[in-house]
């Protein structure tokens, strides 16, 4: 159901602590490896929003038993074979992590699947991870020869493949990942630049083995995972809109505990602090599994910059309320090498620029980016999620700066990753 909200305007003054939910990427692969590993896996602070459900959902179908208790998730492991066909589609919501990273787990194995998802996911490119995966052997198709879902998988038997990834995509690679693992021999994957690697670092949490050195990751095919525990970490991705606010809202200090500061997703803090920002980073110590910390943002005179090459991977998800924050920098900031926001949940270029420019944003897109020249007083009116959970957080963001009201339509997007988002930052903004 279509909802619209009322955004709060706040001149000045976000004070506060702000615990944002866990990470989404960590809290999908937390379900589908301790769906696979032999034993029983505790998750703490798992994200409990719409495309982390989904997941979790799917692997129930598959016949993985997955408990709650006392605000835990409990997943009791059969390992690979403990998987069984589904009896009914595997419907994936709006989330392109189950439905691209379940491809690669779903090739390996002895039966048919199907796999769904909403009218969002029906228009995502899915032949980026069907193409590679038959190399390995598995039988996939789907609409317009695999390039949509509904997906189509017979898994089997595979032979490991030596693979050059043509985009920087953790999604591709993940699920190239999860074929490798099932496969014959040793598979061998190359990123054009590095994307993050959450994948990676739960293989070795789950006693598995895998290398990566210059960009080539290598995986012996046959391995059996066993049972952990996981402290999910913060969402940065989620963090990010809190600190974008504590950035340009006047009178402004937000803490953000326990983030997770995963190298290969900390792009924003880096450009927050090329812009300016009056940003400290503090690291928790002794963590040897997803790094983790405290992030303090208070009120900043920003400048614009730009932003492109290999950085893009690490602030992909980040750059709608980037583009927002350079509205409200001083000088131009160029976005580029960022083709890839064109096949998210929307051509995020082309929606960013079109709600920011409701508000009054001096911003244009590029073919592969945007410029926006900033400092830009945003006035307010009717803008729209259009569905995404990103854009509709940062115009939520956005409306904290505006002189006039916004209201925001299909405000219910942001459930997808942060339930509470709007709760959260009420919370901050009285």
């Known amino acids: 159901m279509e909802t619209q909200k009322k955004l709060a305007i706040r001149s000045k003054g ?7 939910p866990g990470d989404k990427s960590i809290s999908h692969r937390s379900i589908m490896f301790g769906a696979v590993a032999n034993g029983t896996t505790v998750i703490h602070n798992f994200l409990k929003a719409d ?34 066909e589904p009896e009914t589609i595997l ?27 909403d009218d969002s996911i029906a228009k995502r490119p899915m032949k980026r991870v069907t193409d590679p995966l038959s190399l390995f052997g598995a039988d996939i198709d789907g609409r317009n020869n695999g390039q949509y879902t509904p997906l189509s998988i017979r898994g089997g038997e595979l032979s490991a493949v030596d693979y050059n990834l043509p985009v920087a995509s953790a999604q591709v690679k993940s699920a190239m990942i999860f074929a490798a693992l099932q496969a014959e021999g040793v598979s061998t994957i190359k990123e054009p630049v590095p994307t993050r690697n959450h994948t990676e670092t739960m293989i070795k949490k789950f006693g598995g083995d895998i290398t990566s050195e210059n960009r080539e990751i290598k995986v012996k095919g ?68 997803e790094p983790r910390g405290t992030v303090t943002i208070e009120s900043s005179a920003l400048k614009g910059i730009e932003i492109g090459g290999d950085i893009i991977p690490t602030l992909i998800d980040e750059i709608p309320v980037i ?8 000088g131009r900031t160029v976005i ?32 592969d980016g945007m410029v926006i020249h900033g400092p830009t007083s945003l006035q307010g009116g009717t803008v729209d999620s259009l569905g995404d959970h990103r854009i509709g957080m940062t115009l939520a963001i956005a409306a904290l700066v505006c002189k006039d009201e916004v209201v925001l339509k299909n405000a219910e997007a942001v459930n997808i990753s942060y339930p509470s988002f709007y709760s959260d930052l009420d919370s901050l903004a009285r």
């Open 14 to 20: 976000l004070k506060g602590q702000i615990k944002v």
């Open 51 to 84: 495309d982390c459900l989904s997941t979790m959902s799917c692997f129930r179908k598959m016949g993985v038993e997955i408990t709650e208790e006392g605000g835990k998730v409990i997943v009791h492991g059969n390992g690979w074979d403990g998987l069984k």
């Open 91 to 117: 419907d994936v919501g709006n989330s392109g992590t189950t439905a691209r990273l379940m491809a690669g787990i779903l090739s390996g194995r002895p039966f048919h699947s199907v796999v769904v998802g």
């Open 222 to 289: 046959g391995q059996s995972f066993y049972g952990t525990e996981i402290e999910v970490p913060g969402d940065i991705s989620s963090g990010a809109f809190f600190l974008a606010a504590g950035a340009v809202v006047p009178e402004s200090k937000l803490v953000l505990p326990v983030l997770g500061l995963n190298p290969t997703r900390t792009g924003l803090i880096k450009v927050l602090e090329e812009m300016g920002a009056n940003i400290t980073v503090v690291l928790e110590e002794g963590e040897d599994y």
């Open 323 to 330: 583009a927002f924050l350079a509205t409200q920098a001083e």
């Open 336 to 367: 580029k090498d960022a083709e890839e926001l064109k096949v998210k949940e929307t051509n995020r270029i082309d929606a960013v620029v079109s709600q920011l420019k409701i508000l009054g944003a001096d911003i244009e897109s590029t073919e």
